[in-house]
């Protein structure tokens, strides 16, 4: 329903507007109807009844369209359609809608459909006072020097009131006061203005700002008002001169005081304010000296210490001060201020080095002079009496001399630059004054050195491990020897003695005499020299020069350098071949033959392997890789070859291992025919080998005599030794059939003896003759303590029957001739190795242990 009247309405509205279009261009209008009304009356109050006035029936006003048109988007009056009363539709303020106007007229159209009329309405909006007279600003601020004569103006701002006629501002009032008076004049539509008045002169010292209050009153009744605050600063004028607070200024002040001292201050005030009020401080007529010795703040007044004051030279002083105002033409007052200097203790002893001395030997008696000095005071009485005195704990004293204020600083104990190498001596000088002053000088002592300290090695002994093939001229290693002296005295340089007993060993070695870098020579050869000893000699470059020396000991490691040396089957030719004939009916795991070698060199440079590199037919043997023991694998067949090559490969551990190979030929017989052919064999070589066989023999067991003889002697050293934890360390199992590294001990006369070397497979024939692995051992047995035979009869009698039955193996052995061989050759070495050893110095105990722990790592 609402949106359909809307609409009607909407369409109304076009009506009467085309209506009225037409009605202003033909020119018909109808009277004009005039009501008066006051501003801001309530929304709904009944302004006049148009239709009565009109003369309009009130019950066809809703029929033919009755309403009013305006201008404005929010109507301020509404017509009732029923009634044709005007009603005020919205709170209507005069001073809004009609701004600086004595009348307010609203002009209104009031329309009627059907046939058009238009009638002209007038709404005349009384004045009600609403509004209160305010002023632009709250407060106003004047400045005004308080030379202004009375009767200067100042014109303020006039109030404002919205409202009109009597309502708007009808006058101005000023509060009481004695310097200033108010006129209004009246600027026709601007209204009132009011203008402040100077009544009296101003005076800033007596008043230096005056508040007023200013009030605007309008016509209503009761009339409204507004104020504001006029706040006047009273600007000075520089007419009063400073005064000083004292009549009388004195001050007493200490002789040296520190520059910068106060000594008084003086105060001087003004008046005025600004740079009128504004007091500096200067000097009056004073002279020269006191400018030099006094000074005084501009702006404080503040008479500080300038230079040096010295009650001896003057007691007091006079000092005129002057106080001037920053005024245009500045003010002046003058003051006298008297200062008296205090005499006090004031002078601190003085010292002066007469004489010294640079250095002093550490080798100076006690009592030796190193300086003479003086020490005076410029005091007098009490205040310059003066003692004196060396600070801390020096060496040295302070000892006065025959002449007054004279004193010498000497020794008091014996010095020594390698603890201290100078001396900062303080001398202290205190007088007796209250309270005391002290002074000090510091004279620093250098002691010279003198040539009393030997050089030191860092080591007792040095040890040193030196790799076997060396390159010659090359340092192998070095040593250094410090001195605690300084200069020449510490400059050392190295040599090697060369006296008779060590002269092969040190002809070799030769060392730098600068930095103790030692070099060798020539190589080095584990299997010749083992280890060595020698002697180093530091000696200073001081007068008398001092020496000392050290004891170095070197050890040779071994190297791989050695390859395996194949010992059976025998070389010939650059090459190893052997034959081995066997009956072709043996069983798996007979023994066809073993290869036998050894390596000079020790540890894993001298543990062998074996291995099959060529072989016929891989199922018929088998080669030990330990042993080196050739066996069968199975037994053979009679479609098996007749003969078969194998080649062993020999070779040892080191990092770059070396190697030999041996060729064995294994040969299959009948059985019969074996044994055919070796009679056949044995009487065709009987004739001429007998004799050989018969001097192998010999040679067999008489080998077998001295081993027994040997063995008997090793055993009953053992028994009757009480080094069984000691030997036990380094012995291998007795009955280890390998090849690594191994030790035998043996004794021979009243020593010990350890054979370091490769050990053998068992059944090989071992290298004698060879006593560059031989080392010598602490004998550890009581001499008190004696063998018992008794004790140890079962065992020699076990070890003599293992010495017949090898005896006989060896004789009846295959091989038996090609020991024999092999043993010749190792008895030609063993003769060269006596010699060797004649050379080589037996080790100590612990030079044993030592080496032993280096060859095994």
């Known amino acids: 329903m609402e949106q359909s009247g809307q609409d009607c309405w909407r369409q109304g509205s076009k009506r009467v507007a085309f209506v009225l279009a037409l009605t202003l261009f033909f020119g018909k209008a109808s009277a004009q109807i005039r009501y008066s009304i006051s501003e801001e009356i309530q929304e709904g109050t009944a302004v006049g009844n148009i239709a009565k006035d009109l003369g309009i029936d009130p019950s066809i006003l809703k029929a033919r369209g009755f309403r009013i048109v305006s201008d404005s988007t929010e109507p301020l009056f509404q017509v009732n359609d029923n009634n044709g009363i005007l009603y005020v539709n919205s709170e209507i303020d005069r001073e809004e809608i009609c701004q600086r106007t004595s009348v307010c007229l609203i002009n209104l159209k009031s329309v009627l459909e059907n046939p058009l009329e238009i009638h002209y309405v007038v709404v005349e909006v009384l004045d009600v006072n609403d509004h209160s007279p305010s002023f632009p600003e709250s407060n106003k601020r004047l400045e005004i020097s308080e030379s202004a004569l009375p009767g200067t103006k100042f014109q303020l701002h006039a109030a404002l009131d919205p409202d009109g006629g009597v309502n708007s501002v009808q006058q101005y009032k000023l509060n009481a006061n004695n310097n200033f008076r108010l006129e209004v004049k009246d600027r026709g539509k601007d209204g009132k203005v009011p203008i402040l008045q100077i009544q009296s002169p101003l005076d800033r010292e007596a008043s230096s700002s005056h508040k007023l209050l200013l009030t605007a009153l309008d016509g209503g009744k009761p009339p409204k008002s507004g104020t504001m605050e006029i706040l006047i600063d009273v600007l000075d004028v520089n007419d009063n001169a400073p005064v000083f607070t004292k009549d009388v200024y004195s001050a007493e002040i200490n002789e040296n005081s520190p520059t910068g001292t106060t000594v008084i201050q003086v105060n001087a005030t003004d008046l005025d304010e600004g740079l009128n009020g504004e007091v500096s401080y200067f000097f009056g007529n004073v002279n020269s000296k006191v400018r030099e010795l006094f000074d005084v703040d501009a702006s404080t007044g503040v008479i500080t210490v300038k230079g040096q004051l010295d009650y001896e030279e003057d007691g007091s002083y006079e000092i005129d001060i002057q106080a001037s105002d920053r005024g245009p033409v500045p003010l002046r007052t003058e003051k006298s201020v008297t200062v008296n200097i205090k005499d006090i203790n004031d002078n601190a002893p003085v010292i002066d080095i007469t004489s010294r001395s640079n250095k002093i030997s550490e080798d100076s008696r006690p009592g030796t002079t190193v300086a003479l000095l003086s020490i005076t005071d410029l005091d007098s009485g009490v205040n310059g009496k003066v003692i004196g005195f060396i600070k801390g704990d020096v060496p040295f004293t302070l000892t006065p001399s025959i002449q007054d204020n004279m004193y010498a600083v000497v020794t008091k104990s014996q010095l020594d630059r390698e603890n201290k190498s100078f001396y900062d001596v303080t001398v202290i000088a205190k007088d007796a004054g209250e309270p005391a002053l002290t002074s000090e000088k510091t004279i620093r002592v250098v002691v010279s050195d003198v040539n009393d300290n030997s050089p030191e090695f860092s080591m007792s002994r040095y040890n040193f491990y030196v790799t076997e093939n060396n390159s010659p001229g090359q340092s192998i290693f070095s040593l250094m020897a410090s001195d605690r002296d300084e200069g020449d005295n510490a400059r050392i340089s190295y040599h090697i003695p060369r006296n008779v007993e060590h002269n092969k060993i040190t002809s070799f070695l030769n060392i730098n005499s600068e930095n103790g870098d030692i070099v060798a020579l020539k190589s080095f050869d584990f299997e010749t020299v083992k280890t060595f000893q020698f002697h180093v000699v530091a000696t200073d470059s001081g007068t008398p020069s001092l020496s000392s020396n050290v004891t170095v000991n070197v050890f040779i490691l071994d190297q791989n350098d050695n390859p395996p040396v194949i010992l059976y089957p025998l070389s010939s030719n650059g090459s190893a071949q052997g034959v081995e004939e066997i009956p072709r009916n043996v069983n798996a795991g007979h023994l066809v033959t073993k290869v036998r070698a050894y390596d000079p060199d020790i540890g894993y440079n001298g543990w062998l392997l074996f291995s099959l590199q060529e ?243």
Do not use: W
């Open 615 to 857: 072989h016929t037919d891989h199922s018929l043997f088998g080669l030990d890789r330990y042993t080196g023991q050739i066996r069968t694998l199975r037994s053979f067949t009679e479609t098996d070859e007749a003969e078969h090559k194998l080649v062993i490969l020999v070779k040892d551990n080191g990092n770059v291992s070396l190697s030999a190979t041996a060729t064995v030929v294994v040969k299959l017989v009948e059985p019969k025919e074996a044994f055919a052919a070796s009679d056949v064999k044995s009487a065709a070589k009987k004739d001429d080998e007998d004799t050989n066989v018969t001097f192998y023999l010999m040679i067999t067991l008489g080998s077998v005599s001295v081993l027994f003889l040997i063995s008997i002697i090793v055993l009953i050293a053992m028994q009757c030794s009480k080094s069984t934890d000691y030997t036990s360390k380094y012995l291998q199992e007795a009955n280890y059939d390998g090849t690594l590294c191994h030790s035998i001990q043996y004794r021979s006369g009243d020593k010990r003896y350890m054979l370091v070397g490769p050990r053998m497979s068992t059944g090989s024939t071992i290298v004698p003759g060879s006593h560059a692995n031989t080392l010598v051992l602490p004998d550890r047995r009581r001499i008190s303590e004696e063998v018992r035979p008794s004790k140890n009869k079962h065992v020699l009698r076990q070890l003599t029957n293992n010495l017949i039955h090898n005896a006989l193996i060896v004789k009846d052995s295959p091989y038996c001739r090609i020991s024999f061989v092999a043993e010749r050759e190792r008895e030609k070495e063993r003769g060269r190795e006596r010699e060797r050893e004649r050379e080589n110095k037996v080790y100590s105990a612990k030079g044993v242990e030592d080496l032993f722990v280096a060859l095994t790592r």
